[in-house]
Every structure is written in structure tokens, then in C-alpha cells.
């Protein structure tokens, strides 16, 4: 048969066989061993509590030398702009090489994939951090070679998510909400709550994004609508409160028309009105805005989560001296001000304020960047859910789990 | 240069012997030409392909700690237990299944008329125009073709628009799984044309002509002579449409809804958000699974035989 390819009783049949063998064999296999295991246990060894970073004890950089004429940077889309990569390059010399990651978990593989060796830093989010630094795939910072960061808000000069026993991983950067966003077409003011997204009165028109840190979305709501579940804090949340909020998410699901896995997907869906109300981020409201769109963006009264950004020095950045010059020069108050007004974020350096005014007036209070205390404390920051609590019991759900509930049970 | 021209024919001579004791060794040994010659393609099949496969099959056993994902080397059929004890994932493998063969029937349907007047009636004029209208939309993206069709479905959009027009009330397609079957019918038409386009082209008019001498009305000469030499050609081409939609996951991405739950959606979640590698190396053998089951009863029906 000439378009295959294939003749009678060829090598390639042949192989086609043995792959069909193995195929039974494993189905066989498969559903015989299938009685023990469901989807809620994956192995159980997901618990910080004994683990430690391995790599701790590496000697930190004492004083930044020569730059090595490079630095290849993993990052959020729009993290690396001209406006403040161009004059970095010119500074230090150091060309800045690009790749971009679409979610933390591509991140996170990332890092683990070049083996830690192709790539000097990662601008990875506090759902991500811990996943990297106790996978050994980062590296301790010396914070006295970083001037600026003794600017920053306190709440982000040694988060938990990317310093461990006062031993800093890498330098905070930005934050953000993941804010409600409606069609001002469809609302004529702003929603309260978040119950709106749960709401059958808007079936067809809700969006919430396609990742399964959306339960703890779920169980911020809970936490305030159903005190009896006793949830505390979104990520860190027993079998009965994580039952709770897939509960809530599968009830959802029949109101959701889309669940949305890229930004610009969201953008669309609200331009051609096929979503009315939803989960984004400031980067979407500010791209609609932009293109005149009548959109509006609130945190509600239950708050919302959020994103806690942080440059990580690869385990085995190549590039050493210039990732130093980059921390040093990121944490600026005028560059931060920079990557704030133009990403839709929040800086870290309480002086960057004066500077976003500077660059777009009223951008300062947009973007909170002046009350962050009372403000952060509305903003439940993303972190990896892990299998030990706070309290230090192991009853907490993990992440592998809340991914499993995310496509078998909500999806 | 001087040196060269005064060592030249001297070195040519002896590069003459050795080549043609070479040849000579090598003419004498069948085995060893056909193994020099077949080495470097066979390489690049064990390295490339068959290494590949061996890798994914290896990493399907295995597991990862799910708080750092590293993947942790030990043996055991969890992933293969999750994926058949799961009835979401039962789920999701018998949609995928049932999608790929509505594809591939649909396809096929459409495809076999058109293939029949390309390949038999039109004249070479318009043989050429079809085969360009064909080939032409797989030279643009493959995403700017799904998101052509998105601007088609969405509210308000083409589709509505034009129902409108003709006074008809507006349909809901965009995100749900008909919009999906729609774009994956569309998407892989061409490689369902084009190998029953090759099959009806070879079959002599002798035969069509002798059935219809022999008595056979037009829809017995198609059944019974027709079909059944075009049959290796429609399994070449439901191969394709097969394996390429059971394959698929950016038209679901897309174009579905919150019910376009396909086999590579879940591993492509399972890779690029949880970073399980081992668990969508599972998933990933189950198409290819399929895949075999398929081709073994291609094989049965004895459509890779003929021609």
C-alpha cells in the first residue's frame, strides 16, 4: 500500500504486534492491581517536615565579580520588558536570554530539566518556590550584596516561600490579586461577593481559570460562608474542608461555559461576551481596559488569593555575578516601579510609590503599592499545598492530590 | 600547489587499489553492504523512535514525590490502576475513542465522493484545483485555523451572523464538544482525501466496467468492487484521522467547553501544570494502545494487504 508504506506482513506489523502485547499486558496489570489504590493516595511522602534543603549548605557569593557577559532568565510573560531589561544590558553588559513559562509548574520543570545548569534564575511564584528549593534546584543568596532589599515591606524581606531557616533563596519581586472581574454591560455595580461566580442566575457566563490552585479559591469562599468547615487557610486543608470546596467546584461547573487556560483566552471570552463575570488577573482588566472594553475589576469582601513573585538563583547558575547584578538591580525602587505600572502589580519596595505616580498618575493607589499591610492581610498569597499542616500533623491535602480532584471530580 | 599536482596521481592510484578492494570485499559479502547501507536509517529509528517509546513505556512505573516532583525510580502499576479505577478517566478515554471514530466516519463519508470526482471525473484542470483547495489550508497554522473557527462560533460571531440573515435563530456551539468534532472533521479532512484520492486513482476502469457489464446497477459496482479496492486506502486515511484526533489537545484547549476533557488534555495537564511525568507517560500509552488494537484489526480485516 503505496500511502502507508506498509507491505504485507511487514517489520513495521510486527512491531505494531509487540506494541499490542505489551499494551494488554499493562491493561491486564493495570486493572488487576486497581482494587488497593484510589485517586486520593499518591504516595504519601509529601510532608516538609523531615525534609530539608539540599542545598543549604552551598557557600554564597561574597562579593560580585565581572560579569560573565550573559544571563538566561526564566520568566512570567511581560516579567522582561525592554523598558528595564535595555538598560540593565547596557549597565552591566550582561545580555539578558528569555524563556518564558506559562504556569509555575512549567517552572518548576524547568528548572528541574536544564538541570539546573542552563538556567541562572527563575521569577517563580510562592506556589512553586518550595516545590524548587526543596528539589535542590536553588541556591542560597547572600541578601548583603542586595542593597535595595532593605527597602522592601517586611511581610517580603524573608517570606516563608523563598527563605528557610533565615537562609534566602532569592529576592522577592512583585505581588498581586487574582481579582473578580465582571462586564460592566451586565452589572451596574460592582459585585460584593464572590458568591456571584457560584450563582445559577449567571449559568453560561462565569470563567474561572483552568488550574486546580482554583479550590483554594473554592475554600477561601467557604471559609467565610461555612464556618462550621473551620478553614483557616486556603492551602492547608483536611480531607473533609478540600471535600467541601470540590464540592463546591463541581456544583460550579454547569455555570461554566469555559474554563480559561491562557490570558488572552479570557480577554476574548469577555470582548465577544461569552463570559459576563469571572477569576483573572490585573493583566487581563488592564488589556481590556486598554482596548476600551467596559470592564470592571474588585476584590470582594471575602478577599481573594493572590501571587508572591520571587527571582530564584538557580542551584547552578552559569551565570553567577550577573544574576547578582540583575538582583541587585530588580529590587531598585525606580525598576520596580517600572515592572508595577506596566505588568499590573504591586512592588515590594515601599519606595517605589513615588516613582509609579511618576510613570502614570494614581498608579501608586490603583495598585495599593502605599497600604500593602491592611491590604495584604485581605490577599491569601499562593503557596504549594503540602501534606503536613501548620500545626505539623500530616492531615493536610498535597498538591498531587488537589490536581487529581482538579481533573476527576471538578473537570 | 606545485606539490600538490607532483603527489597528485601518485595518491590517486593507491586511493583506486584500496577502493577497489573495498568494493570488491564488498561484493563478495552481500550481508555487509546491506548493513552499511541500512545502519545509519535503522539507528535513527531504535535511537529516535523506538528509544522513545522504550523511555515512555520505562516511566509510566514509575512515580513521583508529590511535593518536590522529582521522579522517584521505583516500581509499581499505581498510574495504570489510577487510570483504569477512575471512572473520570474511564470517561475521558471513551469520549476520546468515540470522537476519534465519529471524526474518522464522518470524515470518511465526506471524503469519498470528493476523493471519487477528483480521481475519476473531474478533468485535469479541475484535478489540479481541488488537489490546491485541499493541500492549501494545511500550508496556514494549525492554530490560526482553530482560532478561525473559534471567531466563527463565538456569540455574535460569523456563524451566528449568517444564521441570522437567513432568519434562523442563533445556535450555541462554541464551547462544547460538537464545536471540537467540527473542527477536528475539518482539520484532518485532507489526510482522509488524499489516500482514497491514490486508492481510486489505480483501480483499472476495466473492472468497474466489467461489473457493470456483468449486470451490476451503480450502487452494487460501488459496494461490491468499488469499496472494497478502495478499503486500504480509506483505512490509510482513518488511521490518520484516527490517531491524530485521539492525539490531540489544543482544539478541546480551544474550542471546548468544560466537558472537552480529552486523553492529551490530561497529559497535558498532567505534565505542564503537576509536572507528573510517570502519570502522563501512563496516560500516553493507552492511544498507543489503541493504536495497536486499531492497526491489528486493519491488519484482520485485510485492508494493509491489498494493492
Known amino acids: ?411 | 600547489m606545485a606539490l600538490t599536482t607532483a603527489t597528485g596521481p601518485g595518491r590517486q592510484r593507491k586511493r583506486d587499489g584500496f577502493g577497489l578492494r573495498v568494493s570488491a570485499a564488498l561484493w563478495r559479502r552481500p550481508w555487509a553492504r546491506a548493513t552499511i547501507l541500512l545502519t545509519p536509517p535503522l539507528a535513527w529509528f531504535v535511537l529516535i523512535y523506538v528509544a522513545a517509546l522504550v523511555v515512555l513505556l520505562i516511566t509510566a512505573f514509575w512515580q513521583i514525590n508529590p511535593f518536590t516532583t522529582n521522579i522517584e525510580r521505583i516500581w509499581s502499576l499505581t498510574n495504570f490502576s489510577q487510570i483504569f479505577s477512575s471512572a473520570a478517566y474511564r470517561g475521558v478515554i471513551g469520549r476520546t475513542v468515540g470522537m476519534a471514530a465519529a471524526v474518522t466516519v464522518v470524515d470518511a463519508v465526506v471524503a469519498f465522493p470528493f476523493a471519487y470526482y477528483m480521481a475519476r471525473v473531474a478533468s485535469p484542470r479541475t484535478r489540479t484545483a481541488l488537489f490546491v483547495a485541499i493541500l492549501l489550508p494545511l500550508w496556514a497554522s494549525y492554530l490560526a485555523k482553530v482560532y478561525s473557527w473559534l471567531l466563527i462560533f463565538t456569540h455574535g460571531g460569523a456563524l451566528d451572523w449568517g444564521l441570522g440573515k437567513v432568519g434562523l435563530s442563533q445556535v450555541h456551539l462554541i464551547y462544547t464538544n460538537w464545536a471540537v468534532f467540527t473542527v477536528f472533521c475539518y482539520i484532518w479532512l485532507p489526510f482522509m482525501i488524499i489516500p482514497i484520492y491514490a486508492a481510486l486513482e489505480r483501480i483499472p476502469s476495466s473492472q468497474l466496467e466489467a461489473s457493470q457489464d456483468l449486470g451490476a446497477r451503480t450502487w452494487r459496482t460501488t459496494r461490491s468492487v468499488l469499496i472494497p479496492l478502495a478499503l486500504p486506502g480509506i483505512v490509510a486515511g482513518s488511521i490518520f484521522t484516527f490517531s491524530l484526533t485521539l492525539g490531540d489537545y489544543i482544539t478541546p484547549l480551544l474550542v471546548g467547553g468544560t466537558s472537552a476533557n480529552f486523553i492529551g488534555n490530561i497529559i497535558y495537564t498532567n505534565i505542564g501544570i503537576a509536572n507528573n511525568v510517570p502519570f502522563a507517560a501512563a496516560m500516553a500509552m493507552v492511544p498507543i494502545g489503541i493504536m495497536a488494537v486499531y492497526l491489528l484489526c486493519a491488519r484482520a480485516l485485510g485492508a494493509l494487504e491489498a494493492v
Not at chain 1, 548583603?144 to 524573608?158: D, E, H, R, T
Request: hydrophobic share 40%.
Open chain 1, 1 to 411: 500500500m503505496g500511502i502507508l508504506g506498509v507491505r504485507p506482513r511487514s517489520r513495521r506489523m510486527q512491531v505494531a504486534l509487540v506494541l499490542a502485547g505489551a499494551a494488554l499486558i499493562t491493561v491486564g496489570c493495570g486493572s488487576s492491581g486497581s482494587s488497593g489504590t484510589g485517586t486520593g493516595s499518591t504516595g504519601g511522602t509529601g510532608a516538609t517536615a523531615g525534609l530539608k534543603v539540599p542545598t543549604a549548605n552551598l557557600p554564597v557569593l561574597q562579593k560580585i565579580g565581572k560579569g560573565e557577559g550573559k544571563l538566561n532568565l526564566i520568566a512570567w510573560e511581560g516579567y522582561l520588558d525592554p523598558i528595564w531589561v535595555k538598560p540593565f544590558e547596557q549597565q552591566t553588559g550582561c545580555q539578558v536570554n528569555a524563556k518564558y513559562a506559562g504556569s509555575s509548574d512549567e517552572m518548576v520543570s524547568l528548572m528541574k530539566n536544564g538541570g539546573g545548569g542552563q538556567y541562572d534564575m527563575v521569577s517563580s511564584s510562592g506556589d512553586a518556590d518550595l516545590r524548587i528549593l526543596y528539589a535542590g534546584d536553588a541556591r542560597p543568596v547572600n541578601m548583603n550584596l542586595i542593597p535595595s532589599w532593605k527597602q522592601f515591606y517586611p511581610a517580603f524581606q524573608s517570606p516563608p516561600f523563598n527563605t528557610i531557616n533565615g537562609v534566602h533563596y532569592g529576592v522577592s519581586l512583585q505581588w498581586g490579586p487574582n481579582v473578580l472581574m465582571y462586564s460592566k454591560k451586565a452589572f451596574a455595580t460592582a459585585p460584593t461577593s464572590w458568591s456571584v461566580i457560584y450563582d445559577p442566575k449567571y449559568k453560561g457566563q462565569v470563567t474561572v481559570p483552568d488550574n486546580p490552585i482554583q479550590i483554594a479559591d473554592a475554600a477561601l469562599y467557604l471559609q467565610k460562608h461555612k464556618p462550621s468547615l473551620g478553614i483557616t487557610d486556603p492551602y492547608e486543608l483536611t480531607q473533609p474542608q478540600f471535600q467541601a470546596a470540590v464540592n463546591l467546584l463541581a456544583a460550579q461547573k454547569p455555570l461554566i461555559e469555559k474554563y480559561w487556560a491562557l490570558a488572552s483566552q479570557e480577554i476574548f471570552d469577555f470582548k465577544n461576551a461569552n463570559a459576563t463575570v469571572g477569576a483573572g488577573w490585573p493583566y487581563q482588566v488592564s488589556t481590556l481596559k486598554a482596548a476600551k472594553f467596559p470592564i470592571g475589576d474588585t476584590i470582594p469582601s471575602e478577599g481573594a488569593t493572590g501571587w508572591a513573585d520571587t527571582w530564584m538563583l538557580a542551584a547552578k547558575a552559569p551565570d553567577i555575578n550577573c544574576a547578582y547584578m540583575w538582583m541587585r538591580y530588580i529590587s531598585t525602587p525606580k525598576v520596580q516601579a517600572q515592572q508595577a505600572v506596566n505588568y499590573g502589580e504591586t512592588p515590594d519596595n515601599s519606595l517605589a510609590c513615588s516613582y509609579m505616580d511618576k510613570i502614570q498618575a494614581g498608579s501608586c493607589a490603583q495598585y495599593h503599592a502605599n497600604a500593602p499591610s491592611s491590604y495584604l492581610k485581605s490577599i491569601a498569597l499562593w503557596k504549594t499545598p503540602i501534606a503536613t499542616c501548620d500545626n505539623g500533623k500530616p492531615d493536610c491535602v498535597p498538591y498531587a492530590d488537589w490536581v487529581a480532584a482538579w481533573n476527576t471530580q471538578v473537570k
